[in-house]
């Protein structure tokens, strides 16, 4: 099974080295110096790392046979892709692969339906769950502990405790004028 560890930031200087956008828990295991990682596209790859270092916080990789900013430049926007057994599980508690949380339904703590995630999407800050409900419509559900409560892989599902408005049109308008009417 592939999994998608890093997608290929800009260049980093004039030897060849890149800023990488980790997607991975397990850095130190799938950026390691001499991992053979595939690519998208496929054009760019395969790649084994040659050194990797971190410099202001940020991830730096060389690769073998990139010797220039150029050849490092060419490289940006490209996907990192690991090749992992499926049977491997992460070593968190909590943590889960893509493929785990993929086709999970997705229900309310009263065990209202809401659909079934059909992509994980990893955003800088925080992942989201895109569900697809039965009428076909999506609903994007913030993967972080206070509305996703739990994931249950036996059951095939995940519970979540919705603010009002994500999944329906019950949202809380909270506005200067209704404090003002209060008073």
């Given at each position: 099974?592939?999994?998608v560890?890093a997608?290929?930031g800009r260049a980093?200087g004039?030897?060849g080295?890149?800023t990488?956008?980790v997607?991975?828990?397990e850095?130190e295991l799938?950026?390691?110096?001499?991992a053979?990682?595939?690519t998208?596209?496929?054009?760019?790859g395969p790649?084994?790392?040659?050194a990797?270092r971190?410099h202001?916080?940020?991830?730096?990789l060389?690769?073998?046979?990139?010797?220039?900013?150029?050849?490092?430049e060419?490289?940006?926007n490209t996907l990192?892709?690991?090749?992992?057994d499926p049977?491997?599980?992460?070593e968190g508690e909590?943590?889960y692969y893509d493929h785990?949380l993929i086709d999970?339904?997705?229900?309310?703590g009263d065990?209202?339906?809401?659909?079934r995630?059909?992509?994980v999407?990893?955003?800088?800050?925080?992942?989201l769950?895109?569900?697809e409900r039965?009428?076909?419509?999506?609903?994007l559900?913030?993967?972080v502990?206070?509305?996703?409560?739990e994931?249950?892989?036996e059951?095939?599902r995940?519970?979540i405790d919705p603010?009002?408005?994500?999944?329906?049109?019950?949202?809380e308008?909270?506005s200067?004028?209704?404090?003002?009417e209060?008073?």
């Amino acid at each position: 099974m592939q999994l998608v560890v890093a997608r290929i930031g800009r260049a980093h200087g004039i030897k060849g080295e890149v800023t990488v956008e980790v997607r991975t828990d397990e850095p130190e295991l799938r950026l390691a110096p001499g991992a053979v990682l595939a690519t998208d596209p496929a054009s760019a790859g395969p790649l084994t790392i040659e050194a990797g270092r971190v410099h202001s916080g940020r991830l730096l990789l060389r690769f073998e046979g990139v010797r220039d900013r150029t050849a490092a430049e060419a490289l940006r926007n490209t996907l990192l892709i690991a090749e992992v057994d499926p049977d491997e599980l992460p070593e968190g508690e909590d943590e889960y692969y893509d493929h785990q949380l993929i086709d999970l339904d997705v229900v309310t703590g009263d065990g209202v339906e809401v659909g079934r995630i059909t992509e994980v999407s990893h955003l800088p800050h925080q992942d989201l769950f895109v569900v697809e409900r039965p009428d076909g419509t999506e609903v994007l559900v913030p993967f972080v502990q206070e509305i996703v409560t739990e994931i249950d892989l036996e059951e095939q599902r995940a519970v979540i405790d919705p603010p009002p408005g994500l999944i329906d049109d019950r949202a809380e308008i909270a506005s200067p004028r209704d404090s003002e009417e209060e008073a």
